[in-house]
């Protein structure tokens, strides 16, 4: 027994120990980073299969030396981002949140619940696509009641051609309906990530209207374990080295 008392008490002295440590020096204390993504955004994010967003989130982690820790964030249908953003990385779970758009509503919505954002590193947006070969079509398409729809309305396009959603827009200009069609490129990375599309190609012109372009960022929670600088720093040395470009090329996401 007195063995075992004696035991005992090394074990809470060595806990002791470990704790004043802590204390002292709150950074040991801090080897994981916590990074929230959607749970279904592909292709910047998906629980089954990654993703950019995934593969950049794993890369910051190696860049500020830490442990990276996934939360996969539902993005529930009422609320939408805001809600998620507020059970998420606001309620302490994380300490970044990847993948928000760089849009007057979601600067609003972040600047009101105290969250800092990062250097933009990613750009999304819609492209201009044809066939290879060429069309019998006259039209130009794009997904009903989009920047691009409505860039076209405002280009007073006689021959616009609204679509439901992107795979109805895509399938039409493969069967040679469309002369051209302006298609989200996260969903257009999506139609080419299988290889295996030979007949689409994208236009040396693409449109220059800014309203068509948005950048990619990610929320900070303040008084988390990594600081927003570090953040920006390591994104910015992916960003010189070609890494961001390389992630975007391996999930087929087209450079804008």
Avoid at 9 to 32: D, F, K, Q
Avoid at 70 to 75: D, H, I, K, N, S
Avoid at 87 to 116: N, V, Y
Avoid at 181 to 207: C, F, K, R, T, Y
Wanted: glycine content about 8%; hydrophobic content about 45%.
């Amino acid at each position: 027994m007195p063995n075992k008392f004696k035991l005992l008490c090394r074990g809470y002295a060595a806990l002791a120990l470990v704790a004043a440590l802590l204390a002292a020096n709150p950074g040991l204390a801090a080897e994981t980073l916590k990074v929230c993504v959607d749970a279904d955004n592909p292709p910047f994010s998906s629980e089954s299969r990654g993703g950019i967003d995934v593969d950049i989130a794993r890369a910051l982690a190696t860049g500020l030396q830490r442990e990276l820790a996934l939360q996969w964030v539902r993005v529930p249908e009422r609320g939408g981002l805001g809600k998620a953003l507020k059970q998420s990385i606001q309620a302490g779970q994380c300490d970044i949140f990847m993948g928000l758009p760089l849009e007057a509503e979601m600067t609003r919505e972040l600047a009101e619940r105290k969250l800092a954002t990062s250097r933009t590193y990613m750009t999304v947006g819609y492209v201009s696509v044809s066939l290879r070969a060429g069309g019998s079509g006259s039209k130009i398409g794009a997904v009903t009641a989009t920047p691009a729809d409505l860039y076209l309305h405002r280009q007073h396009t006689a021959d616009r051609q609204p679509y439901a959603n992107n795979r109805d827009l895509i399938e039409a200009l493969r069967a040679g309906k469309l002369k051209r069609a302006l298609i989200w490129s996260p969903a257009l990375a999506e139609h080419l990530a299988g290889g295996n599309d030979n007949v689409l190609q994208i236009d040396a012109a693409q449109p220059a209207d800014p309203g068509l372009r948005f950048g990619l960022l990610a929320a900070v929670r303040s008084g988390g374990t990594v600081s927003l600088a570090d953040i920006d720093r390591v994104l910015a040395e992916l960003a010189s080295a070609g890494k961001l470009a390389e992630t975007a090329a391996a999930h087929a996401l087209p450079a804008l």
